[in-house]
């Protein structure tokens, strides 16, 4: 199995790469049908994710889509204004759950999670606001269990 390469969320003026996928409800209920075109990035696109006043918002989006994605026919590049035109980021009032944003220093690899970092900032979302955070630490001895 590849690694999954990881999406960009900017929070309080720091870059994370997060392994989240907070558009999922979003294609979900709107039969979106992504499809791969390369082994790292199985899900078939890639967004850039924003928090600003303590609402998520949508700000970047690279993928493909398909009418029939089990025969990849009819394949067509999409972005952002493709799902949301007309729009420069669009609230994601779709989301509720967590994200993890890894910081600090890499303490170890994981095969299907990558480097698995010090520090993690838990954040909580109902309806696309903020309602939540707290920290984790993690330890070398948890890496692989």
Not at 68 to 89: C, M
Not at 102 to 127: D, M, S, T
């Amino acid at each position: 199995m590849t690694l999954q390469a990881e999406e960009k969320l900017v929070y309080n003026g720091n870059v994370y790469l997060i392994s989240n996928q907070p558009l999922y409800p979003y294609i979900k209920k709107h039969n979106i049908n992504f499809v791969a075109r390369i082994t790292c990035c199985r899900r078939g696109y890639h967004g850039s994710w924003s928090i600003e006043e303590n609402k998520l918002y949508l700000v970047g989006l690279f993928g493909c889509t398909s009418d029939d994605p089990k025969n990849r026919t009819n394949i067509k590049s999409v972005d952002l204004n493709d799902l949301f035109p007309n729009q420069d980021k669009v609230f994601a009032e779709w989301f509720t759950g967590e994200i993890n944003l890894p910081y600090g220093e890499i303490i170890g690899h994981c095969f299907v999670r990558g480097p698995i970092y010090k520090n993690e900032l838990i954040l909580e979302f109902e309806a696309g606001v903020l309602v939540n955070s707290h920290e984790i630490e993690n330890n070398e001895e948890d890496i692989y269990d």
